[in-house]
């Protein structure tokens, strides 16, 4: 027995040991085998046809991916999800393959959409990553909080022209080394966090916070490029080498992504705040009168106290309710725009003679006006400027406000019909009769017909025309805009509407038939309309008196041509100069007056040429529009 031993145990454990050594030689090709597969692929993800990834990871990523042809499809489909396997199997095998291999298996490449950086894992073209891709098979749209591609047409229905002056005059990036280096500063505080609690990694951690630090110091004593050290491009460049170290560490990235994301939320806030704060100061530029009109008028009224013009009242009183006379009526309290209303119309007129311009205005300004026309003469014409608040009306009118009122102008935003199969927003600034126009028939009680014109147009063609006109028995001469039809303000103007086809019409140019006013009653319409919005004790009146005065014209407003009067030039950039030139009456509707340095700059100049610059008080006031 104890000799057969040996002789039984020698071969089997060298069969044993076979075993053994096979089945080594098995994992250990097992697992290089597929790591060589692997990498083969990994070389190749840097291919132009393998950058549309799965749907799921853009929408994650705040990206929507459209537009991709048909025939490409298929192919970066399947790729994509090649990476999507490959990835799972590294995840899996992470602890046997070589650190410098799960270091980054892709080469990460840097994203040039603002706000967003896209992981490592996402497979990216080596071209230029914009936001559209023009001629080729993807097209990546950034959505961002309370952001879509129509940005622009959001913009512009929440804050109005602002976004049209805005985008007109954005200027090129200032100071881009200073908001680089706030980038670079956000990335390494998302980052920090997470690499300061990996004790593995001190050194890592000590780096990343004294460049914080340092960037700290430098953005807390600078706010330009001009500012900043000689030093600072090694700085950025140390800054962005240790973040790509920290990027390079397996971090949990549900902090690093919140992290990001805090810092997204706070700069978009930052950035909603600065829009809405400019829109405002927009908005109180665009309604406050200039300095410069506001020095004009207080000289001219201190001027006439010292020493008064002699009344000509008496001596044209005649001439000033004739009504065998071309009678022009302008509601203003603006000395220049009047000015010009009355000097483009006076050089286009053949018979200047025949024309009576009546400026009613109210008492502050009242003086100012008396002694502004009363030295500037305008050929043959003559001029009447009446204190609106001095006027004696009969007790039937006493209750519409004696108070001055221009025309009322409000913004409408809509989906243009003409473009139909896109999401197109069109805004259009609507300009309707005030309070004050309602007292017209019994300011003016001898006169048959007048021509109405606001103080925020020019004249380039006789209006003579105008009064030998056909209105066919309508009251009110004006401008449609057809593309406003009352049965889209249903929301605005009530369910009450008689005619809900019937266009949106504009004061600016309007021939005014007071006879058939008298007949039809309007302003008793008027009264009553507001009376009936007033009622439901949810409304201003001047809200109120936009709704009567759209409605109270139905059917009685007749429709000029087109030819007559280019609206616009208040607030649209993109008139034709051809239009332009053409047009009767040029109508500078909007927030963009002319005569404030926010006006749209190529229409100004159709503007100032009718101011007389010669005159002294413009050059004291400093008055240069």
């Not at 006379?325 to 053949?350: C, D």
């Not at 200047?352 to 109210?362: A, G, K």
């Not at 805009?481 to 929301?491: E, F, I, S």
Request: net charge neutral.
């Amino acid at each position: 027995m104890k000799g057969g031993g040996p002789s039984y145990t020698v071969p089997a454990k060298r069969r044993w040991s076979g075993l053994v050594i096979a089945v080594l030689g098995l994992v250990f090709l097992s697992m290089f085998v597929p790591l060589i597969f692997l990498l083969g692929l990994h070389n190749g993800f840097h291919s132009s046809t393998a950058y549309a990834t799965e749907e799921q990871t853009s929408a994650s990523n705040g990206l929507k991916v459209y537009g991709q042809q048909k025939g490409s499809n298929s192919g970066n489909h399947s790729k994509g999800d090649q990476s999507t396997h490959i990835d799972e199997l590294i995840r899996r095998l992470g602890p046997t393959l070589p650190k410098d291999f799960k270091r980054n298996p892709v080469k990460e490449v840097e994203s040039k959409i603002t706000g967003f950086s896209l992981p490592t894992y996402v497979p990216r073209p080596h071209h230029p990553s914009n936001s559209t891709t023009v001629g080729g098979k993807i097209e990546v749209i950034e959505y961002k909080k309370g952001v879509t591609d129509e940005s622009e047409n959001l913009c512009e229905v929440k804050y109005g022209s602002y976004c049209l002056w805005r985008q007109a005059n954005r200027k090129k990036m200032k100071d881009h080394m200073v908001k680089k280096l706030k980038d670079q500063l956000y990335v390494a505080r998302a980052y920090y966090p997470s690499i300061a609690k990996l004790p593995a990694h001190d050194k890592l951690s000590r780096e990343l916070r004294q460049n914080i630090q340092e960037f700290e110091r430098v953005l807390s004593e600078t706010t330009t490029d001009l500012d900043l050290p000689q030093q600072i491009g090694k700085k950025l460049q140390r800054m962005e080498a240790v973040i790509a170290r920290a990027k390079s560490v397996t971090v949990d990235c549900n902090n690093v992504d919140k992290k990001l994301r805090q810092l997204v939320d706070m700069t978009e806030d930052e950035a909603n705040f600065h829009m809405k704060q400019s829109a405002f100061l927009y908005q109180l530029a665009v309604q406050t009168m200039p300095k410069s009109l506001h020095c004009l008028s207080m000289r001219l009224t201190m001027e006439h106290f010292r020493s008064p013009p002699p009344d000509m009242y008496q001596s044209l009183t005649d001439k000033y309710m004739n009504p065998a006379f071309h009678h022009y009526v302008i509601f203003s309290t603006n000395v220049l725009a009047s000015s010009v209303v009355i000097n483009s119309t006076v050089m286009h007129s053949k018979e200047s003679e025949n024309q009576v311009f009546h400026v009613l205005t109210d008492g502050q300004n009242y003086f100012a006006m008396k002694l502004w026309f009363f030295r500037n003469t305008y050929k043959e014409a003559t001029i009447e400027v009446l204190n609106i608040e001095e006027l004696s009306i009969n007790d039937r009118d006493r209750a519409i406000p004696m108070h001055l009122s221009l025309a009322e102008e409000f913004r409408i935003s809509f989906h243009g019909v003409d473009e139909p199969s896109r999401t197109h927003i069109r805004t259009e600034y609507i300009s309707v009769f005030s309070h004050s126009h309602y007292l017209l028939p019994e300011i003016f009680k001898t006169l048959k017909k007048i021509v109405l014109l606001d103080d925020d147009i020019i004249v380039q063609r006789d209006l003579s025309a105008l009064w030998s006109l056909d209105m066919e028995g309508k009251v009110n001469g004006a401008l449609q805009v057809c593309a406003v039809r009352l049965g889209l303000l249903k929301n605005y103007l009530g369910e009450n509407i008689p005619n809900g086809n019937s266009c949106a019409w504009m004061s600016g140019l309007n021939i005014v038939d007071l006879e058939r006013w008298r007949e039809q009653d309007v302003s008793e319409t008027f009264h009553r309309l507001v009376q009936e919005h007033l009622s439901t004790g949810e409304e201003l009146f001047e809200a109120a008196t936009v709704r009567a005065s759209l409605l109270a014209f139905q059917d009685l407003v007749h429709p000029l041509d087109g030819t007559w009067v280019l609206s616009g030039l208040g607030h649209d950039y993109g008139l034709d100069t051809t239009a332009i030139e053409e047009a009767a009456v040029l109508h500078f509707n909007g927030n963009m007056k002319p005569w404030i340095e926010l006006g749209i700059p190529k229409y100004r100049g159709y503007w100032k040429k009718f101011l007389n610059r010669e005159n002294q008080l413009l050059s004291d006031c400093n008055v240069n529009p």
